[in-house]
């Protein structure tokens, strides 16, 4: 039930959600007549309007609402159960973002979608990612080995910071990077799909040289 306000003529528009019962005239006409009073020279006038399609829309419209809100939090969530051994863990040739020679392990998600994921990477010793950034932020918890991060404009190796087994660090979308591994170590990223990995120099993008005749 909605309710439309007149003074002299003029419309003015308000939603009302309260009953219409509160707007009983003192005269005791019904609910659907006008109820007139006068202030002054303004008169105003309190009609009752039926919006039964004003109705129907909100019925649909939190439900609905309610369902989008129960989306987006499902997508964060998990709906089987999963138990890997090390031994369990299924290693694939890496992603052909990165440069050859890493192995690639997927634990959850897909990080090729939008959704949450967890992966490992194997590296042999003295592996290089060169320069790079990433569009989303970066989580990453060294399982084995050495993992070593250079940062800042220069990406200076000898001011890499050193992240043994054990380990974890996150930096934000954006930031440049180099990595490379002690001995042969094993990552795992986790995070909110889709990874990318965008490199400082095209040159050095493993899938341009796939391009090259």
């Not at 399982?143 to 996150?170: C, N, Q, V």
Request: positive net charge.
């Amino acid at each position: 039930m909605g309710m439309e306000l007149r003074r002299d003529r003029e419309t003015i528009s308000r939603i009302l959600l309260t009953p219409v019962t509160a707007w009983q005239p003192a005269n005791g006409k019904p609910p659907d007549m006008p109820c007139v009073q006068k202030r002054g020279q303004q008169q105003w006038y309190v009609k009752t309007i039926t919006t039964p399609t004003l109705i129907a829309a909100l019925a649909v419209a939190f439900p609905l609402a309610r369902l989008a809100g129960q989306g987006s939090a499902d997508t964060a969530h998990s709906t089987e159960m999963e138990l890997y051994a090390p031994t369990a863990i299924e290693w694939k040739t890496g992603p052909a973002a990165l440069p050859p020679g890493a192995k690639m392990a997927l634990l959850e998600g897909d990080p090729t979608k939008e959704g949450p994921f967890v992966m490992r990477l194997q590296m042999p010793d003295g592996y290089h990612v060169p320069p790079h950034t990433h569009p989303k932020t970066e989580r990453v918890t060294v399982i084995s080995g050495a993992f070593y991060l250079a940062t800042g404009e220069k990406l200076d190796r000898g001011d890499a910071k050193k992240l043994p087994a054990g380990s974890f660090g996150f930096w934000p979308a954006g930031m440049k990077h180099a990595a490379w591994a002690e001995g042969e170590t094993v990552i795992q990223l986790h995070g909110i799909g889709p990874w990318q990995i965008n490199y400082l120099n095209p040159v050095d993008d493993p899938r341009n040289a796939k391009k090259l005749p």
